[in-house]
T-cell receptor, first 113, second 115 residues
């Protein structure tokens, strides 16, 4: 069985300040972990993925995440927030080699001008 | 390369009716997965098709079914619609080879409203 817990349902940051979105995972197997972003009335876009290679993963638009097995965490960060980052972010876990994605409940990111 | 396309984008149906949603994957992708997104339950996995065979199934009643054609296009069917079936239905495709999975790319979704 596998699950993810997104620790914050809503995060607000000022434009130009760092972003931290927190995610803890639980998996009986070697996990694949992903972050997806969903802008209003749009589909899901993959930001980055971890599949047992480097533990620090770089994604699109300046986002990155670090896989910490000892803490079962996969937090998403960005050094400097931009207005266009305002969206819903989902942490996702899958069993390596399996297509079934298990989504977290999402974190809504608001950027304050 | 064109992305995942879903048709129709919006649909309004009445309780008791049935509905069919369509998904065309990215060219070359053979795996298609379906997800339901609702405010209350979030994003939930429905099923996955690969090489015209259902490979994974989520915890949904038998009213929800799907199929995949030889060109990898997929359809999802919901029979005897209930108000609770109102949701955004998302389709995703991936390259998937046996034992190895790749990232999934999502379509824009079909917004289904049941009245």
């Amino acid at each position: 069985a596998q699950s993810v817990t997104q620790l914050d349902s809503h995060v607000s940051v000022s434009e130009g300040t760092p972003v931290l979105l927190r995610c803890n995972y639980s998996s009986s197997y070697s996990p694949s972990l992903f972050w997806y972003v969903q802008h209003p009335n749009k589909g899901l876009q993959l930001l980055l993925k971890y599949t047992s290679a480097a533990t620090l993963v770089k994604g699109i638009n300046g986002f990155e995440a670090e896989f910490k097995k000892s803490e079962t965490s996969f937090h998403l960060t960005k050094p400097s927030a931009h207005m266009s980052d305002a969206a819903e972010y989902f942490c996702v876990v899958a069993r390596f080699g399996n297509e079934k994605l298990t989504f977290g409940t999402g974190t809504r990111l608001t950027i304050i001008p | 390369k064109a992305g995942v396309t879903q048709t129709p984008r919006y649909l309004i149906k009445t309780r008791g009716q049935q509905v069919t949603l369509s998904c065309s994957p990215i060219s070359g992708h053979r795996s298609v997965s379906w997800y339901q997104q609702t405010p209350g339950q979030g994003l939930q996995f429905l099923f996955e098709y690969f090489s015209e065979t259902q490979r994974n199934k989520g915890n949904f009643p038998g009213r929800f079914s799907g199929r995949q054609f030889s060109n990898s296009r997929s359809e999802m069917n919901v029979s005897t619609l209930e108000l609770g079936d109102s949701a955004l239905y998302l389709c995703a495709s991936s390259l998937r080879r046996d034992g190895v999975s790749y990232e999934q790319y999502f379509g824009p979704g079909t917004r289904l409203t049941v009245t």
